[in-house]
Structure formats: structure tokens, C-alpha cells
Nanobody
Framework: QVQLVESGGGLVQTGGSLRISCAAS????????MGWFRQAPGKEREFVAA????????YYSDSMKGRFTISRVNANNTMYLQMNSLKPEDTAVYYC????????????????WGQGTQVTVSS
């Protein structure tokens, strides 16, 4: 069992930056592939980025590639999402997720989810 807690969300202006975190706890939390997803009001949850357990493999959504960077520090059981050049359309609740096995872009592959952290980008 893995518990996930996101933090670091907030309000930022267009063009600004924000780093959100996901703290994992539980047995062998560092052995899990992890990902970020987001959901805006009235929209479906969408993939943002994902990272393998070692950090050696990362995937990004095309719309976020070059602006967002996913990373993890296994010693701290924490995953991060650095978001730069933020746009109003990045406004959403951001969720972290974990799965035991290979890294995936698909939400249905993930077994554990956090409660989410709100990111709001003002225009």
C-alpha cells in the first residue's frame, strides 16, 4: 500500500513558475513508477508526465514538454513537477499517482492516487 500527498499548489500569474510535490509513504514506495495527471473543471483527467522508479525514464504530454519537468528523489520518497511558463489553460487540480511496474501514460494503469493540489494561473 502506498499513500500519496500532494503539496505546493497555488495561484500564479501567466508566465510564472510553480513546483508541486508528491510525498509517498508506505512499503517500498521508491519502487513505484509515478505520474502526474490533471483535471480542469468540466474536463476529463489528462496525462501530464510520468517517471520510472529509477528516474531514468520520463514521459511528457506534448503540450507540456519543454515547460514542465518531472523528477523524483527516492531517498525522500518525493516526486516533483516543476512548471514554467504557466498559462491559464494549465489551471487544474493536479494529481500524483503511483503504480508498481513500468512507467505509463495511462491513468487506468495506476493503482494509487493522491487527493490533488489546485493550481490556478491568472491571466
Amino acid at each position: 500500500q502506498v499513500q500519496l500527498v500532494e503539496s505546493g499548489g497555488g495561484l500564479v500569474q501567466t508566465g510564472g513558475s510553480l513546483r508541486i510535490s508528491c510525498a509517498a509513504s508506505g512499503r517500498t514506495a521508491s519502487s513505484y513508477a509515478m505520474g502526474w495527471f490533471r483535471q480542469a473543471p468540466g474536463k476529463e483527467r489528462e496525462f501530464v508526465a510520468a517517471i520510472s522508479w529509477s528516474g531514468g525514464t520520463t514521459y511528457y504530454s506534448d503540450s507540456m514538454k519543454g515547460r514542465f519537468t518531472i523528477s523524483r528523489v527516492n531517498a525522500n520518497n518525493t516526486m516533483y513537477l516543476q512548471m514554467n511558463s504557466l498559462k491559464p489553460e494549465d489551471t487544474a487540480v493536479y494529481y500524483c499517482a503511483a503504480r508498481y511496474g513500468y512507467v505509463s501514460r495511462y491513468s487506468q494503469d495506476y493503482h494509487y492516487w493522491g487527493q490533488g493540489t489546485q493550481v490556478t494561473v491568472s491571466s
